[in-house]
């Protein structure tokens, strides 16, 4: 389980989270929504213990994040791929530091993701760089799943392959995914719970469905909603 106890994390004068108390439901795909600021990837920093609380703790799975690092798989916004590196050697470099690399996976998400594990990474396009990041994320059996906006800034069709390729590889039950996202829409029917937040602090949160049944909205328009006189 992944728990935030008051949390308050300021950057200088921005307050990033400020008494943030939360239980993400495990081996459940959350989705972690709100505006530009809100508090979505330092919450996701937080887990991987990246980023410090300034008050409270966070805990995985009983532990401080710093402790447990290998119990989290960690999709960044930013690109940290190395252009020298071909896709065989970025998994290599991953392989070396976490014991849960299963290669088999690798090879069949490389298969099912039309990527060719010769490709240099400065060589292929915005979109196979985004599945090359999904690829080497997913191939760990990490039981805990981050990913900050993965959809951001690439096309509908690599978007499509990307959200399909998530709920082939999602284990329901012993997995969790939390996605910090901007395209709701796209992720819309795979989501099973959802946080919004704002300056740092929980604005609503629920089941997915059970928010769509009783407010006869989508969950964009969910957001539309509670936002509308957010900042």
Do not use: C
Request: no cysteine; glycine share 8%; hydrophobic share 40%.
């Amino acid at each position: 389980m992944i728990e935030f106890q008051h949390v308050s994390k300021a950057f200088g004068k921005a307050i990033a989270l400020n008494d943030f108390s939360h239980q993400f439901h495990p081996g459940k795909i959350t989705g972690l929504f709100g505006p530009n600021g809100a508090g979505k990837s330092t919450t996701l920093k937080m887990i991987a213990g990246l980023n410090r609380p300034d008050r409270g703790q966070v805990l995985v799975d009983g532990q401080p994040p710093q402790q447990v690092k290998e119990k989290v798989a960690f999709l960044p916004e930013i690109d940290h791929l190395y252009n020298w590196m071909t896709v065989k050697q970025a998994a290599a470099f991953l392989r070396s530091f976490y014991t849960d690399w299963d290669q088999s996976r690798f090879q069949g998400l490389l298969e099912y993701l039309d990527l060719n594990e010769d490709m240099k990474v400065a060589s292929i396009s915005k979109g196979q760089r985004a599945k090359v990041k999904l690829l080497l994320t997913l191939s760990r059996k990490a039981p805990y799943v981050l990913m900050d906006e993965p959809l951001s800034g690439i096309d509908v069709l690599t978007r499509e392959e990307i959200i399909s390729t998530l709920i082939r590889g999602f284990r329901e039950g012993e997995q969790t995914i939390i996605i910090s996202t901007h395209e709701i829409a796209e992720i819309e029917n795979i989501i099973d719970e959802v946080v919004f937040i704002d300056n740092g602090r929980i604005k609503l949160i629920g089941n997915a469905e059970d928010l769509r049944q009783e407010r006869a909205m989508s969950l964009v328009e969910i957001m539309k909603e509670a936002f509308r006189h957010a900042g």
